[in-house]
């Protein structure tokens, strides 16, 4: 992370993030969510849930789960895993690191090897019944979770995308985000708002309540939700959640992702929020209009895709936006948790303003990164890991494509998919 970007690491101390750019998953689909909160498993099958809180082998490391020695999928700090099984004998593995070379999108695509020791605990699943797990430390074992727990931990954490029972894990790109959908008990922010993909630039400016710190930023982005963010300090371009490029920016290796996640939290924030107060869009906005926002009980969430950011209840949001002209509004947002006030204000245009990024750009004067998951050995978020060990992440890793243009890029994204 830039040492010059003092608002992130400010940020960082009143958010309560669960995922950070480190061991982080995307959230399952709401499908996967309602079926495993249901707690009714389909009929003549089991469930089975494995738990890794963040107390609960909480340490950097995406954790590989196999179910009767296949894969089941991947977990990292405070997130689960859901499945079925038929009745009989069955065993549930975990441990250990993923060892590989370069990125894995996605991860399960195949089965990894372990590094470290593992825990098998066998089971016998009746029919209509579910079975839930997690690594306790203390025992060094797999153990099963009461059911009273296991309905908190459902409450409370993130079901991980990484599922071979979830049918979009083949297509998992690196924007990570989900529509909670009705009924949720969390309220996500994300780039599915009128707000996000009627703008075509949108500035940010972000400080805490008290603090004279100000970062800018300005979002250019396409209806083919092509991204590009700029500072006073450089920019990055991120195509199709799989490729990203940066120039005159000093990325921290290991870590480059992190560049992109504080002002693309503080965007999702700002379009989020202005979506809560006003969900038909900018067409709401004639002339100047306020809203309040209150909540007692719906944690907000959001994600960038490589981190997922948690502000628990109760908060405030306060809003404002005025327009200026048809295509330009302008918002402030007031965001109040316990914690302290997040401020972000900017500008709104329309897609008159869009990202244009020719198929014959020349990409030469640029750092070329393939996003997803991939393994780095331990770095500054890690100093109690022993040297030797290899850790999974999600995030971005330095990559040749090959490729002179935008248009090759986008040939291999499509390839990818």
């Known amino acids: 992370m830039k040492a010059n970007n003092k608002l992130i690491l400010l940020i960082l101390t009143i958010v309560s993030f669960a995922l950070t750019g480190c061991a982080?998953?995307?959230q399952g689909s709401e499908k996967l969510q309602q079926q495993s909160e249901s707690l009714?498993?389909?009929s003549g099958m089991a469930g089975v849930y494995y738990f890794r809180s963040y107390f609960v082998g909480g340490s950097v490391y995406l954790e590989l789960v196999k179910l009767?020695?296949?894969?089941?999928?991947?977990v990292g700090p405070n997130s689960y895993l859901y499945g079925v099984v038929t009745p009989g004998e069955h065993s549930l593995e975990a441990?250990?690191?993923y060892q590989g070379q370069g990125p894995l999108s996605p991860p399960p695509s195949y089965i990894p090897e372990f590094r470290g020791e593992t825990f098998t605990n066998k089971f016998t699943a009746e029919e209509g019944k579910n079975y839930y797990f997690t690594y306790a430390p203390w025992k060094l074992e797999i153990v099963e979770v009461e059911e009273t727990d296991a309905r908190n931990w459902i409450n409370e954490l993130t079901l991980s995308g990484y599922n071979v029972f979830e049918n979009t894990i083949s297509s998992t790109s690196a924007s990570g985000e989900k529509d909670c959908g009705k009924g949720s008990r969390f309220i996500c922010l994300?780039?599915?708002?009128?707000?996000?993909?009627?703008?075509?630039?949108?500035?940010?400016?972000?400080?805490l309540e008290g603090k004279e710190e100000v970062d800018e930023y300005t979002f250019l982005l396409n209806e083919n939700d092509e991204l590009k963010i700029v500072s006073a300090d450089g920019e990055i371009i991120i195509l199709g959640g799989r490729v990203m490029l940066a120039k005159d920016v000093q990325l921290e290796k290991g870590y480059e992702i992190d560049w992109a996640d504080a002002p693309m939290s503080n965007y999702l924030i700002a379009m989020g929020l202005l979506n809560l107060a006003f969900p038909n869009g900018p067409s709401d906005i004639v002339g100047e209009r306020t809203m309040a926002i209150t909540e007692q009980e719906k944690e907000l969430r959001?994600?960038?895709?490589?981190?997922?950011?948690?502000?628990?209840?109760?908060?405030?949001?306060?809003?404002?936006?005025?327009?200026l002209n048809n295509d330009t509004i302008a918002y402030e947002t007031r965001l109040t948790l316990k914690a302290g006030v997040m401020n972000i204000a900017g500008v709104w245009e329309n897609m008159n303003s869009s990202l244009v990024l020719e198929d014959s750009m020349d990409i030469s004067g640029?750092?070329?990164?393939?996003?997803?998951?991939?393994?780095?050995?331990p770095g500054r978020l890690d100093k109690t890991t022993a040297d030797k060990s290899v850790i999974v992440d999600f995030g971005a890793y330095p990559h040749d494509f090959g490729v002179d243009t935008i248009g090759g890029l986008r040939t291999y994204i499509k390839q990818q998919k």
């Open 24 to 26: 982080s998953v995307p």
């Open 40 to 42: 009714s498993p389909p």
């Open 68 to 74: 009767d020695s296949q894969l089941f999928g991947y």
């Open 95 to 97: 441990g250990g690191v």
């Open 190 to 207: 994300t780039r599915t708002s009128s707000w996000h993909k009627e703008g075509g630039k949108v500035t940010t400016k972000g400080w």
């Open 302 to 323: 959001v994600s960038t895709g490589s981190a997922l950011f948690r502000f628990k209840a109760p908060w405030q949001a306060s809003v404002r936006a005025v327009r």
């Open 366 to 377: 640029w750092e070329t990164f393939a996003v997803g998951v991939f393994t780095r050995q």
